[in-house]
């Protein structure tokens, strides 16, 4: 039985006992499912990379950390990926065209300055994230044996049964306690002090306008170079009020309408046309009526008095 | 009496319309009508044949006769379903009938003995007399005698095909017509004639009763029309289920055997003095009389309303459609329930047809369409007032105060059983029906005939009951109710606008034994209140100086009335009521008068109405009315507040618009605590940047700037700018806390209209990923609840609130009932606020609730007719609700359940004329369909209690909820809430924890978002200390193992494909999640594995 229930789809179970808690006293066991990382586009950290499936929902970096490194004395943790976590982090990335909505030139200066604004956040109201139930996580290790070795090891303490607690001996500094605690303080959170928030809202203007600044200098430059055939482009400037623009599009249309206002029996032809419509609007809605009536019928029964 | 005519005018149809009307109609009628025609296969078929020509006339009439073609299609179908099949019944009937006929007529003659010779010659065959009260004395000089009926008929509606296959069958009317010869000339007085008529149809029931046993019938008297004067035989199928229709024996006697003129309304015919239950000799004796009469006038009716449907097509139709109408509003033929039944509204059509019109003209036309007789009818009814007699032939004297329509030529006021509560009733429910027939909003077709009106605790805002009095035989029981009536309706004056009663009659009983007594005691009185004056303390009576009126009002009042001297120097009788007391200032009257005038102590009736007040005051804080002071001092602050944000110096933007966005700003908070939303939007302006994260930091800007200045103006303590939706930044990020000085918290936004603009450009943006799409869908969602319909709604509800006191009331009672069944997490208060606003703005079929109780019951009525999967639930919120908007809404809603069938996203759609887009409330799962299907069963079951249990329904057991139905429940620890007799103790302590209770929302926000897959949730307000849970069941079986499962699993056993839901892993998550804040985890049966 137990080797049964050491492997899943691929995947290498590895229970966890969950800490009882007085108001749930009943023991409980988590299965991680663990296997290597292999993306369907290789990065790569993908080979030093370990694949983890069912996180507990109050895993924190420390938790792995703790549990590859302590609990199963095995290879050492870079850092791990949540499944939340949009993969903002262009380290290495920043050729690949992830989905960041901001527009992209290729020039250094102004992406550099968003990459800055885009980590530039109002604080955090939580002092500890939860994953949602049934989460993955990517778990990058130091080198390529750590990860080897940490797989290992995590398959013989499932075949073995070695039971391991889940965040047990864990500093308790290391990481926020859950529970009450972490609602007053989230609750406090909420609130950040003045100085702080001044401090978020001022450096993200300074950037903010210094990446537009940035913009419309290499937007110019741009315009200014011949191309590769030695044409010169010719633009309408830069085309931020496109918002604008459909106003006025709506605008023009609307006067459009206005025009024609009044004029709609000008013909004969118009007024017959429009009084046979109507005709049959009429009976276009008595035939929707009918068909109203019938499945009013069929979901009621008969109508009769209740 | 001149809208009268003009609506009359516009009924009847001109000249073309009418011949085309005639002969639609005759085409149709000849079609459906005819008796033999209802094999229904047919029909469709000929439907499918039909050419467009015959279409369109189709469209023509059904456009132009009726309501609307809709309308008319629903009246056919009720029609056809309610339409009886004579021919069968007939053939089916025939010879029984005849045998019944025939054994009637071989009853031996017996001639004349004294009373107790005739008690005990049929006492010997098994039959007792069913005298009316009082029975003859033993020593009375006249005779009893028996002999061959001079005529033996089918007559009512069995006859005349005019009546409604209703779920109770209608019994067949097989009349007697007594021999002339059985009578003296004196015989209509003190009785005579009843005595006299009970020994016969008793002598009938000892003649057939071996017979009809062998038919397969029991035998039992009845009264007739729930009149103990006049018993009749009613024969009933002994199996309750064979196809057998009951049949009732009447008795008549011939036209002239009495004449008309002894009979007239206000002729005495009971003159001896001794007994105590009829009235003082020389009094006049209507009911009596025209009980008398309308044994005379049997066969004259049936004559007369057979030419009558003779001449009109659609006169049995129109039978059909008042019969159903008067069903539905608990009017049948007894003076108990009304006195106006089938036999009184076929013989007013009758009579219509000859005149009844404001100049003598007759107000029906032989033209007419059923719909159209209706119509007329429910006007006639409606426009004029009875009370001033109608006559038909000559006129005759009539009592005053009650409705008479005098037909001449048979002597009889066919409204004779009406009494003024009964009457004033009929008007008033055709008043709303033909509101509801001119409204051209909705077509209103349910309403008028499907929906049941007469549920006691729907239709009235108080309710009486009286257990052991006022009821007994006929005519005691008439004057006893009377004398109640008047009673109720001087004490309690213009604080009503009416007094109804309703009583049973007595049931049927077995010929061998008397009848039980017990079966019509009681009666019921149902109150519609004036809720402008019921809370009046003082009453003015007359002044000092007139002195009969004034004696008058004493010898009314006793010593509750004092003279008092007023402001403006008048000295008047006068009435001090308590508004401190636990109990309604209605009570204290009632309490009063029925002690004073009939020594009815509290223990003898029961009342109902104020308890739902209680209940909403138990839960909301004490506060009952919108105007109390809680709600006015968040109103003022408001007002305070928002002089200082437009006087701001220091914010470089002006103010456009400061708008209330929260239940507290538009009197519908439960209880008045916890901070309001306010939204500020300022003037446009081109230097907002376009970039979302930009607009968030500069709203923060803004906020920052905002609370400096109302710090440094004095309008508030310190502001402080709190977070949210952090993990969003399309959505709004962040808000300011404005502590106003007085003591109330305002939480400000920033309205920043751009921010629509180019969310709209980013869903229809499709270079974008469908997550970012998807997330600008959600934030352009959020966006319009927000700062859009949040504002709106609390705008309109501000008005509506001060326009219907009770709205404010009725919703939050509503709200106390969601929170009750832990729906708070699922269901937002502006859903439960637009659920009960109909029931206000589109009272039909009753007027507008004036009581908690029946704006509370009747919101939760419409919810358990409400199929919401099958129809959007569309409010009149700004009085603007056209039938455009309508259709809008429709094409709306059918659009959404298109695109959605599963009801995944959506599965309530609730739409106004202010909000026609519909999901703004309940898009993304507020509810989900499993939480709707709850609240729809609840509601029902709430439905359910109230038709069960109408008079001992204890109000607390609609707000008890049961948590065994749910999988686990998570008790919160008790000590988060306080002590609650503390809590009574110190009011200014109420809600010490509300920062805690912030806690537990934040925390039941976790779980469900952590587990949005595999549990629902449930929880009330902040006072409520469970949460409730149940499996996804989906969930709980295994499964092959996939990497979006969301949930946490194990390997299933002896398998290495699937998995389990992890139920204990993901217990212990919750609990270590919620440490510190509960108490244990309940886990019940199946759940656990």
Partial sequence: ?306 | MSAHTVKRRKLSSSPENAASSSHANSSTDAKRTSPKVTDKTDQPKRQATRGKDERSAELAMASGFYKSSFFKLQMDELLTGLRPNYTKQVSKLQETLHQIKTTIENIPEKAAQSVTDAEKELRASGVLIPWPEPRPNKDVKYTMSYAKPANINVVGSFALKTGARTLESRPVDLALTMPSSLFQDKDYVNFRYFHKRAYYIASVAAGIQETVAALGFDVKFAPQDGDSLRPLLLLEPRQAESAQKSIRILLAIDPTLFPIMRTLPMKSNIRQGSSANSSEPGEPTSFYNASLRSDATVSLYHKSLYSASKKCDSFSDACILGRTWLQQRGFHAPFQNGGFGGFEWTALLSLLFEAGGPSGQPVLLPSYSCYQIFKATIQFLAGRDLTTPLFFGQEVLVPSGVPVIFDGRRGLNILYKMTPWSYATLRHEAATTLKMLNESREDNFDKVFILKVDEPALRFDRLISFPKSFNGDTLRALQEQTALWQVLSRALGDRVKLVSLTSHSIDSWPVKSKPNKRSSQGVSVGLLLNAENVGRIVDHGPPAEEKEESASFRSFWGEKSELRRFRDGSILESLVWSDQSEESIIYQILEYILQRHFKITTEDFGFMGDEYDQQLKKSGDDILAYSSPAFQSINDAFKDLERYIRDMEEVPLTVRHLAPASPLLRYTALRPNGAADIVLQFESSSRWPDDFAAIQMTKVAFLLKIGDSLESSGAASSCHVGLENESSKVVNNAYLDIPHTSGVLFRLRIHHDREQILLERNLKDRTLSPREREEAAYALFAYKKSFVQTPRLTQALRSLCTRFPLLSPTIRLTKQWFNSHLFNAQISEELIELLTIRTFTQPNPWECPSSVMTGFLRTLHSLSRWDWQQEPFVVDLGGELSPEVTENIRTRFTAWRNIDPAMNSLALFVASDVDPEGVTWTQYEMPSKVVAARMSSLAKAAVNLLRTQPHDMEVSDLFDTSLAPYDFVIHLRPKLFGDRSSVAKFKNLAEPRSGMMATVKSFVRDVQACYSQSILLFHGDERCAVIAGIWNPQTLKPRNWHLKTAFSTAPAVDSNTQVLINQPAILNEIARLGHGLIENIEIHGTAEE
Avoid: C
């Fill in chain 1, 1 to 306: 039985m137990k080797d049964a229930s050491v492997e899943v789809a691929g995947y290498t179970t590895l229970p966890v006992q969950l800490p009882a808690t007085p108001t749930f006293p009943k023991p409980a066991t988590h299965y991680l499912y663990i296997r290597p990382h292999e993306p369907r586009i290789p990065d790569p950290d993908s080979t030093r990379s370990l694949f983890l499936v069912n996180v507990p929902i109050d895993t924190t970096e420390a938790h792995i950390r703790h549990l590859f490194g302590t609990q199963l004395s095995a290879g050492r943790v870079e850092r791990v990926q949540f499944e939340d976590v949009p993969t903002k982090k262009r380290t290495a990335a920043a050729d690949t065209d992830t989905n960041s909505n901001k527009k992209k030139r290729k020039r250094v200066t102004a992406d550099d300055y968003q990459t800055y604004l885009d980590d530039i956040n109002l604080p955090s109201t939580w002092n500890r994230k939860l994953q949602k139930s049934g989460a993955h996580a990517i778990v990058i290790f130091a080198d390529k044996p750590s990860m080897e070795t940490s797989l290992k090891a995590a398959t013989e303490a499932a075949k073995r049964g070695t039971t391991l607690v889940w965040g047990e001996d864990l500093p308790a500094d290391r990481i926020p306690a859950l529970g009450l605690q972490r609602y007053v303080a989230h609750e406090r959170l909420q609130y950040p002090d003045r100085g702080a928030l001044l401090r978020s809202v001022n450096e993200f203007m300074t950037t903010f306008a210094a990446v537009a600044e940035a913009r419309k200098r290499e937007e110019s430059k741009r315009l200014a170079e011949p191309d590769e055939d030695g044409f010169i482009t010719v633009s309408h400037g830069p085309k931020l009020n496109s918002v604008a623009r459909e106003d006025e599009m709506k605008e023009l249309v609307e006067r459009q309408k206005k025009k024609a206002e009044g004029l709609e029996d000008f013909y004969r032809f118009q007024s017959r046309e429009k009084r046979k419509e109507r005709q049959n609007a009429l009976l276009r809605r008595f035939d929707e009526d009918k068909k109203k009536l019938h499945e009013l019928k069929a979901r009621r029964g008969k109508i009769r008095p209740e």
